[in-house]
């Protein structure tokens, strides 16, 4: 897979997508998805950058088949109404990239179900809507779950008897849980495929260290995670280099579920899509079950 790149993508004429997310990350993933030939539905709360998302798309991809769809991952009404829209057209989905989230607001909020926003959206959320969307990936055509991670994930801790940060919370750590629990999951996912013959592949992915928004929008534009990223943005890799081990996982035939891709230099902090070293902390089977039950229990949903 050396050098691998957006030119690789094979045809995806006749998939449907689904990317979490209308910035950064998620619009790179859905622009190159949509290039490659694929149908593009891009789900997040802002109608507004969601329609801009999609006029950037046709722009590059005049003939492209994207559109926008409202989804909040923070509003586990939002993600079952979502899944309902889709179901409704009869619609089947081949990729699902759970890719959004939120990182490091410097007080701890909540979502509208009550979850630390960091766990509930980042992770929760991306559980819920898979389950939801279950049914049209069986319809699908060699379906891939991608959920993104981070490099974070190598210094999370799994609170099992306090996942929404309630006794203590310290904005880095509960994102570290939060993306340690999303790499947890899609190993968990892939499992259970496999046990239960659902025929997906799950398969999980991380950018790097790359030049998105999500530290301004999180932590807030004079943080110092913020000024770090504006004056020091050549430590940062571009999106659209960041977004090849998504892609790669999404879409290369060489990519395998189970597996956890990354970039390949300078720590997997930029570079080429490669496998990823997994934290061990990730490895837990007895863990990963813990954690799926307890999400289940608090988001109502199954598979």
């Known amino acids: 897979m050396a050098h691998w790149t957006a030119t690789d993508i094979p045809p995806q004429k006749g998939r449907t997508a689904v990317v979490t997310g209308t910035g950064g990350l998620g619009f790179h993933d859905?622009?190159?998805?949509?290039?490659?030939?694929?149908?593009?539905?891009?789900?997040?709360?802002?109608?507004?950058?969601?329609?801009?998302?999609?006029?950037?798309?046709?722009?590059?991809?005049?003939?492209?088949?994207?559109?926008?769809?409202?989804?909040?991952?923070?509003?586990?009404?939002?993600?079952?109404?979502?899944?309902?829209?889709?179901?409704?057209?009869?619609a089947s989905v081949d990729t699902l990239i759970n890719n959004a989230a939120v990182m490091t607001p410097p007080r701890r909020e909540l979502t509208t179900d009550g979850f630390e926003l960091q766990f509930g959206t980042n992770?929760?959320?991306?559980?819920?809507?898979?389950?939801?969307?279950?049914?049209?990936?069986r319809k699908g055509r060699q379906p891939r779950v991608v959920?993104?991670?981070?490099?974070?994930?190598?210094?999370?801790?799994?609170?099992?008897?306090?996942?929404?940060?309630?006794r203590s919370y310290k904005p880095m750590a509960a994102y570290s849980q939060s993306k340690l629990a999303c790499l947890m999951f899609a190993f968990e996912l892939q499992r259970r495929s496999d046990a239960n013959g659902w025929g997906l592949q799950s398969i999980a992915a991380h950018p790097g260290i790359s030049r998105t928004d999500l530290l301004p929008n999180g932590a807030g534009p004079t943080s110092?995670?913020?000024?770090?990223?504006?004056?020091?943005?050549?430590?940062?890799?571009?999106?659209?280099?960041?977004?090849?081990?998504?892609?790669?996982?999404?879409?290369?035939p060489q990519a395998k579920g189970g597996l956890y891709y990354g970039p390949d230099q300078l720590g997997e902090t930029r570079g080429y899509p490669s496998a990823s070293r997994v934290p061990r902390q990730a490895l837990s089977k007895d863990d990963a079950r813990r954690l799926w039950a307890e999400s289940a229990r608090l988001t109502g949903v199954t598979f």
């Open 30 to 90: 859905a622009l190159e998805l949509t290039r490659a030939g694929a149908q593009v539905i891009i789900a997040g709360r802002n109608p507004t950058k969601g329609a801009a998302a999609v006029d950037a798309i046709r722009q590059s991809v005049p003939r492209g088949d994207v559109r926008y769809e409202v989804l909040d991952l923070a509003d586990l009404a939002s993600i079952e109404q979502f899944a309902a829209r889709l179901g409704a057209t009869g």
């Open 123 to 137: 992770y929760l959320g991306h559980f819920a809507l898979t389950a939801r969307l279950l049914p049209l990936l």
């Open 147 to 166: 959920t993104l991670s981070s490099v974070a994930a190598r210094s999370g801790a799994l609170a099992l008897d306090d996942l929404q940060s309630a």
């Open 224 to 252: 110092p995670q913020a000024l770090v990223r504006r004056f020091l943005w050549f430590l940062f890799q571009p999106a659209a280099q960041g977004v090849l081990p998504t892609l790669f996982a999404a879409t290369a």
